[in-house]
């Protein structure tokens, strides 16, 4: 899945000419550790806002560093605000927004005292409800550009470097495969040996944290590439305009750092979804977090440098969300729960050992907030289609599982599992519980 935030600025009073902001240590450090949070491949970091901490979805595929909800934080204070409008992926008319200037964001002694920020107001923009956790906004281009940056997916840390600091270049140059990108539109890309079917190219690559599929390709761009014949519709991310929807199928292979890659899950993105991107020369797709994830990462831009070690995932399978469900957060609930207090079980038993009766008042409710999971789109055609799941159904249970207590990254791991592997899922439609039974099926 890819959330698509690329903007161009228009009609508002706007410079043209880029505020010249950068991270730097503080305290003479030569390094600076931030751990992160992995969902659907996506890496989640916090970052303070002028004194607020924020979560900031870490993307070398944008630029700028955008804001779009602040709904879980009771005020967060920006400075320099300008108005002006924003037109995004597939976007017919403008969105009202504003560019805010010499903000201060910190995280882990790393720090820039002018950071720009572009603020959207339009909630459409907020994708929380696909990851499951508050989102507030996406970093990118200004998180790299000056120094190393290591991501390690083991240990869900990322860690950067001064470019000055001998240890780490003395490791990358021991263990880790070194590659050339290049830095265009200031996003790193990177050259792939890329086969579909029996076609084989050398394939320029943008390597796109924000994306959490393996392998993107857009035919749109390409002659030499060509859609495998065993394919399937589905749901690929969410654009300012709506939903966005592509194909997905096997490839034969690809390569990335000293590693290739075989029958991996190729995504095709539908050419009308594409259709307002910018395309750099000679760009041919993307590689996602489902294969960055699978290694050691380290970006060194002002080197137009990759450094890349393989992981604990690195023989993994490449699967996919067999069901055909995509599941969304929606929101909160309170959730009364029964328990006994065992401060006073032990003195009532002793007095009242025979009586059931007593041993039932030292049981108590407490009420605790407990996420809300719905289905917002079932592809054509799935299993679960077919056994009668729908749009907006609201899930209760999985697998006998009480949805309130599991996570939607839980939820997606047990979409992809394993084929043939049978669900059991209890929904409410419309304040009518209706339960379902399919099972997995791997069709490609």
């Not at 870490?58 to 779009?68: I, R, S």
């Not at 994830?293 to 996919?320: E, L, M, Q, T, W």
Request: with cysteine.
């Amino acid at each position: 899945m890819r959330f698509f935030y690329s903007f161009i600025l228009f009609l508002m009073t706007f410079n043209a000419c880029w505020s010249q902001s950068g991270f730097y240590f503080q305290n003479h450090k030569k390094k600076a550790v931030i751990p992160f949070q992995l969902i659907n491949n996506l890496i989640f970091i916090p970052i303070k806002v002028n004194g607020e901490t924020l979560t900031f979805l870490l993307d070398t595929g944008v630029e700028e560093t955008v804001l779009f909800s602040l709904d879980d934080k009771e005020e967060v204070s920006l400075y320099q605000l300008e108005k002006i409008m924003l037109r995004g992926l597939g976007a017919n008319e403008a969105v009202e927004a504003y560019k805010s200037s010499k903000n201060k964001f910190e995280t882990a002694g790393f720090t820039d005292n002018e950071h720009e920020i572009y603020l959207i107001l339009d909630q459409e923009f907020n994708f929380s409800s696909q990851v499951g956790i508050p989102v507030n906004g996406i970093i990118g281009y200004h998180f790299f550009k000056n120094h190393l940056v290591e991501i390690d997916y083991d240990h869900k840390k990322v860690i950067v470097y001064d470019q000055s600091y001998s240890k780490i270049k003395k490791r990358l140059s021991k263990t880790y495969q070194k590659d050339t990108i290049s830095i265009e539109n200031s996003k790193p890309y990177y050259l792939s040996t890329v086969s579909t079917t029996r076609q084989t190219r050398l394939s320029k690559m943008l390597i796109d944290t924000g994306n959490s599929d393996a392998i993107w390709l857009f035919l749109s761009e390409t002659q030499d590439l060509a859609l495998p014949e065993k394919n399937i519709n589905c749901f690929l991310g969410r654009g300012f305009s709506g939903n966005v929807y592509g194909k997905r199928a096997r490839i034969n292979q690809f390569t990335f750092g000293n590693q290739t890659f075989s029958n991996p899950i190729g995504t095709f993105p539908d050419s009308t979804s594409v259709r307002s991107v910018n395309f750099v020369a000679d760009r041919v797709g993307s590689l996602g977090g489902e294969v960055l994830s699978r290694f050691n990462v380290v970006f060194d831009y002002a080197s137009n440098s990759v450094y890349s070690k393989p992981g604990n995932k690195i023989k993994a399978p490449f699967n996919f969300n067999m069901s055909g469900l995509e599941v969304q957060h929606d929101g909160l609930e309170w959730v009364a729960q029964d328990y006994q207090d065992r401060k006073t079980s032990a003195a009532v038993y002793k007095a009242n050992f025979n009586s059931e009766s007593h041993l039932q008042d030292n049981l108590k409710i407490k009420f605790e907030l407990k996420p809300v999971f719905r289905i917002f789109n079932v592809r054509d055609g799935s299993t679960a289609q077919l056994a009668g799941l729908q749009n907006g159904d609201r899930i209760l249970k999985i697998n006998g599982k009480n949805a309130h207590y599991l996570t939607l990254e839980k939820i997606n791991e047990l979409l992809k599992s394993e084929d043939g592997k049978t669900i059991e899922i209890t929904v409410d439609r419309k304040g009518v519980n209706l339960k379902y039974k399919f099972q997995l099926k791997s069709i490609l």
